[in-house]
């Protein structure tokens, strides 16, 4: 098992920063999930460690020696693209022996590993079939056992679910990490799917813009997020913006553009400040009518979507638009009038970003 270094990767294509100062530490078998907006880096970032695309600066380093002066075969990477093709004419097993083939292997040694590698991912019984006779999700498994068939240190997975329909998607992605981890391989796998990303990672690297915004287990960054736009990427959150009018029992306290006071998680932002509290629509609680107290915001409900067991709830309030994620069951009726409360340990105060809030939280 191999760890992964990567400090301070640059890669720029004219008019564009793709990677912008990139650090990243992977340990040895862990399963990490890049996840970032459409144009993030996310793929460049793999290009660049499976020696596809070469940086302008930064090192990256497998164990504690440097790969980035390395051609790709040399870096012994198990890459899946994006958008893989199976070898239309091959059969499931010709395709997985390619690799081991082109590398020359003692027959004997590629049979057996071949024969293993389809065993892994379910396929033995179709090795004689053609790409096109087999379902998508079949596809990717192939694809998946191709890559693996060169006895690589690292997996690299670039959107590895992406073509597939929802349920198989949920299938195969636990799938996905139990061969992982199964393996001992050391793996970076890429989506802009949070759900995904949560499900099967034990740390998760948010991207944006080319930079590292956070990193941390799914639920650091599911319950701490470090800015607005982390926040309401995993997941989805509301926004108020005030001044920080004071700290009181070790809570930050919030004047919003109505002279109401919520409350928030303590800061370090000083107080006169202005801010943003940041609360999950996951931990916004509606109540009928209106209801007085601490952290309450009441308003007229302009919009109830239901999802199955949870309903979201659009509530117009003097403070905009706020959304709330509610049992189904104790959904409200379009045009009643509703009050939207939260609990201060689940309002996170940010600086209000210098760009402002709207462009802070774009998904480009
Ligand atoms: P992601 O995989 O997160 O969607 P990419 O790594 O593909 O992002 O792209 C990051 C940025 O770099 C995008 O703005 C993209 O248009 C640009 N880019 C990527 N590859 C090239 C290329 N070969 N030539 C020019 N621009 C590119
Ligand atoms: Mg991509």
């Known amino acids: 098992m191999v760890s992964l270094r990567v400090e301070g990767l640059r890669k720029s294509f004219p008019g564009v920063v793709a990677l912008d100062g990139i650090d990243l530490n992977v340990r040895e078998g862990e399963y ?24 302008d600066s930064g090192h990256i380093y497998f164990d504690q020696q440097r790969v980035d002066t390395l051609m790709p075969f040399q870096r012994s990477v198990a890459y899946l693209p994006q958008n893989y093709s199976l070898f239309a004419h091959l059969t499931v097993w ?21 024969r293993e590698m389809l065993n892994l991912v379910h396929l033995s019984d179709r090795r004689n079939s ?24 690292i997996l690299l997975l670039d959107e590895p679910l992406r073509a597939l329909d929802a349920r198989l998607r949920l299938e195969l992605r636990q ?23 949560i499900s099967v990672a034990d740390r998760i690297v948010i991207i944006r813009k080319g930079k590292v915004v956070q990193a941390g287990s799914p639920k650091e960054v599911y319950e701490d997020p470090s800015t607005p ?28 553009s109505d002279g109401r006071h919520v409350m928030g998680r303590p800061t370090n ?31 007229t409900v ?15 309030t003097g403070q905009g638009l706020l959304k709330a994620k509610v049992p ?9 009038e509703a009050t939207l409360r939260f609990r201060p340990e689940n309002g996170i105060v940010y600086p209000i970003p210098n760009e402002g809030l709207q462009v802070a939280l774009e998904v480009e």
């Not at 053609?130 to 240190?153: C, I, K, N």
């Not at 799938?175 to 990303?197: C, M, N, P, S, W």
């Not at 309401?232 to 930050?252: C, K, P, T």
């Open 328 to 336: 189904s069951d104790q959904s409200l009726s379009e045009g009643s």
């Open 175 to 197: 799938e996905l990490r139990t061969l992982a981890k199964y393996l001992g391989i050391t793996t970076l796998h890429v989506t802009h799917d949070q759900e995904e990303a």
């Open 269 to 299: 932002v000083p107080v006169n400040s202005q801010v943003v509290l940041g609360v999950k629509t996951d931990f916004c609680n509606v109540y009928h009518g209106k209801v007085e107290g601490q952290n309450s915001l009441t308003g």
């Open 130 to 153: 053609l790409p096109r006779e087999l379902s998508g999700g079949m596809q990717q498994r192939v694809a998946l056992a191709r890559a693996l068939a060169t006895q690589a240190r």
């Open 94 to 114: 010709e395709n997985v022996a390619f690799g081991p083939t082109v590398q020359d292997w003692s027959p004997r040694r590629r049979d057996q590993i071949v």
């Open 32 to 55: 990490v999930v890049i996840l970032g907006p459409t144009g993030a880096g996310k793929t460049t970032l793999l290009k660049t460690i499976a020696g596809l695309a070469r940086q």
């Open 229 to 256: 736009f982390v926040s309401n990427f995993i997941g989805e959150a509301n926004f108020l913006q005030g001044l920080l009018s004071r700290v009181e029992d070790g809570f930050s306290v919030i004047m919003l």
């Open 302 to 316: 302009v919009r109830s979507l239901f999802t199955g067991k949870r309903t979201t709830l659009e509530i117009q």
